[in-house]
């Protein structure tokens, strides 16, 4: 099957700074990748759709200028968390939809941030 | 309103034996998928299985098969031969819309599902 990739993995940064996390498709180019945040031992929750070369669609309760969402190209698309605090601490996850069927949607590794 | 319902937070099995994860849904689009994930702790989801609303039979991947009950709106995962390997965090969702829409996925609560030797 087609890979996702998310980079970093984890990552731990103070109260009040920036971190920008990587959304990878490798192998398949995504016409739409999409972005879930995921607290512990509960579901995932869709914070917003981002397709290449236009804005992002945020679902709502998500602050767009808190979480900037950037799909440069049919690979790549980026979240950065802005001005980030403990509350931001959670485990987020990257779809791709894409692939040789074009409707699949896969999911990168996620990524487990921390906020102190 | 939610679209999705796990109704089990967490659930029991026996090694080698089967067992049921229910899931029921919501939504007045004729067309749309259903999908099963397992999550386990190491966080990754893991697609297992799905059905298409138009799809005339059960879908079946291996040990996993899908109980789709249309007009009970239900989407139950049968897991058969239970193995310790099984036991993680499972996902129903569901994707309303042809698959040339936005293709967004809306999850259930999840089961935990716990696999004893």
């Known amino acids: 099957g087609a890979v996702v990739s998310q980079h970093p993995s984890w990552v731990i940064c103070k109260s009040g700074t920036s971190v920008k996390i990587e959304c990878r498709s490798l192998d398949f180019q995504a016409t739409t990748m999409f972005w879930y945040r995921q607290f512990p031992k509960q579901s995932l929750m869709l914070m917003a759709t981002s397709n290449e070369g236009s804005k992002a669609t945020y679902e709502q309760g998500v602050e767009k200028d808190k979480f900037l969402i950037n799909h440069a190209s049919l690979t790549l698309s980026t979240l950065t968390v802005t001005s980030a605090h403990p509350e931001d601490s959670s485990f987020y996850i990257c779809?791709?939809?894409?692939?040789?069927?074009?409707?699949?949607?896969?999911f990168g590794p996620g990524t487990r941030l921390t906020v102190l | 309103a939610q679209k999705i319902t796990q109704t089990q937070p967490g659930m029991f099995v026996q090694e080698k034996e089967a067992v049921t994860l229910d899931c029921t849904y919501d939504t007045s689009d004729p067309s749309y998928g259903l999908f099963w994930y397992k999550q386990p702790s190491s966080g990754e989801m893991i697609f297992l299985i799905y059905q298409g609303s138009y799809d005339q039979q059960n879908a079946t991947e291996g040990r996993y098969s899908l109980n789709f009950q249309k007009a009970r709106k239900s989407a139950n995962l049968v897991i058969s031969a239970s193995q310790l390997g099984d036991s993680a965090m499972y996902f129903c969702a569901m994707r309303e819309g042809w698959a040339g829409n936005t293709g967004k996925l809306i999850f259930g609560q999840g089961t935990t599902l716990q696999v004893k030797p």
């Open positions: 779809s791709a939809r894409g692939g040789p069927r074009r409707d699949e949607q896969f």
